[in-house]
């Protein structure tokens, strides 16, 4: 008889590698590639960064984890990328709806910022911001705003992942006298972040209309320099599009176009007066647009056509706008805003489908920001921003497509961990690293101040003393 040779088991079964964490899930939607649904599968982190995506049983066999999640009834996803946030306006929700853009900007929001907007207001408007895109599976932001400086710190202290503008605007501000200031600011800041895991800084002129000509000019310069890209308000409006066909004859993307600044570089926010040789304008010089389609509902701005665009071949990621005119930092519900407008849109139901939006919050952001080669996607080698969304509650079941659920019929209040670098900032639908009491209180404090409500009781109070 003849009879097998013995194997010593203890010489073929590798040693198990150790990692930080896995993480196991019902679903992973890795991104890439495009429209993959992974049944039972998790992630394998060490220093931060993914080691692997695989079968749930192959990485119980590969990996001792000194840290392991098993999230049944899940849907593990990257973090999602806010492309277009003004994080600090947060302290200004609600202060003025229901008005036209330059109405609205001109007079109240403009006069706001001028008389309230200094370093501590960044600094609560900016937690009150993180703490509220973080509970909502935001992992990453890109912002415009005054005092990035302060802004950069707070995500360090909070541990999220941040670009930030280097703002430059024709008026003084609290943060500058005007367009040198500023781009000297900026540039320190840069300088200061440059090899910053966390935070990184973009140029940020404010839009062609209160952004002069040298100054746009001075920063396409430096743009092509440092390669870094330009965030720019653009097209937003039919009235910016007319005001500046009035003023110099030519459309708002001509005039940058002439300026140098339509390049690979640029990330053209909102978009929603496109024509046709613009859109193949844009998709020939590797152009980014970032869609905002909330904001310019509630605004009336005008529909990005962002079926129509990609169809060109261009990047479209997606943002939330700042919460004073969105109002809020919601980037699941700007996901489903984004499918159903797009159908109208291209009169199309098969435009802008879940995973295409999905993919628009994510690894399209990243492209844009420069940062897919370290995030938006679950890949080995890319951070491990992760977001878990339960899909458990009755209204998401029966689950039949965990992608449709997730932009069609969950929310952010399904969101139940996040992570940033393997981080946990949050567990279990509570925040690690805020305080969210005290970003309520300061948020509270700031109305008050701004309304003038605590004046009215330190004068109230001080009659009262009076008659006494």
């Not at 992973?28 to 599968?41: G, K, R, S």
């Not at 977001?387 to 458990?392: D, E, I, R």
Request: charged content about 20%; overall charge negative.
């Amino acid at each position: 008889m003849l009879r097998s040779p013995r194997i010593h088991q203890s010489a073929t079964i590798p040693a198990m590698e150790t990692v930080d964490t896995v993480i196991h899930a019902r679903w992973v939607v890795p991104v890439e590639p495009h429209d993959t649904i992974l049944e039972n599968h998790g992630v394998a982190i060490r220093g931060g960064r993914i080691v692997e995506v695989a079968a749930s049983a192959a990485l119980d066999e590969r990996y001792r984890a000194e840290s392991t999640r098993r999230l049944d009834d899940h849907l593990l996803i990257p973090g999602l990328i806010n492309a277009h946030t003004h994080a600090s306006m947060s302290l200004l929700r609600g202060m003025a709806d229901d008005l036209p853009l330059m109405t609205w900007l001109t007079e109240h929001i403009w006069p706001a910022e001028q008389r309230w907007v200094s370093e501590h207001f960044v600094r609560d408007g900016s937690t009150l911001a993180m703490a509220e895109m973080l509970l909502g599976g935001v992992t990453c932001f890109n912002d415009m705003y005054f005092f990035p400086e302060i802004t950069a710190q707070t995500a360090h202290q909070i541990g999220m992942r941040a670009v930030l503008g280097m703002i430059v605007i024709d008026v003084p501000s609290a943060y500058g006298d005007g367009p040198e200031d500023y781009l000297e600011k900026g540039l320190a800041f840069h300088d200061a972040y440059k090899d910053d895991p966390l935070v990184r800084a973009i140029f940020a002129p404010h839009a062609p209309y209160t952004v002069s000509s040298r100054w746009l000019e001075r920063i396409h310069t430096y743009s092509e320099e440092l390669e870094l890209p330009v965030h720019i308000h653009v097209h937003e409006t039919a009235g910016e599009v007319q005001n500046s066909l009035r003023e110099t004859g030519k459309r708002p993307l001509q005039h940058l176009d002439e300026l140098g600044l339509i390049s690979p570089m640029l990330l053209a926010v909102h978009a929603t007066q496109m024509e046709e040789r613009e859109m193949e304008r844009l998709a020939g010089a590797g152009a980014h647009v970032i869609h905002c389609p909330e904001s310019n509902l509630k605004l009336n701005s005008g529909f990005c056509p962002a079926a129509r665009l990609m169809e060109h071949g261009i990047n479209v990621a997606l943002g939330t706008d700042g919460a004073a005119g969105n109002n809020d930092l919601d980037l699941i519900g700007e996901m489903r805003t984004a499918a159903l407008l797009g159908k109208a849109v291209a009169n199309n139901p098969a435009a802008l489908p879940a995973t295409t939006v999905l993919r628009m919050a994510t690894l399209d952001g990243a492209r844009a920001l420069g940062l897919d080669d370290v995030a938006g996607s679950l890949e080995p080698g890319k951070f491990a921003d992760l977001t878990a969304v339960s899909l458990a509650e009755l209204d998401v079941q029966p689950v039949y497509n965990p992608v449709s659920q997730l932009v069609y019929a969950a929310t952010r209040r399904h969101v139940t961990d996040v992570w940033v670098a393997g981080r946990p900032l949050v567990q279990e639908r509570r925040l690690t690293t805020v305080d969210a009491v005290e970003a309520v209180a300061k948020a509270d404090e700031w109305r008050r101040r701004i309304t003038g409500e605590d004046a009215g009781r330190h004068t109230m109070k001080a009659t009262e003393g009076g008659e006494a």
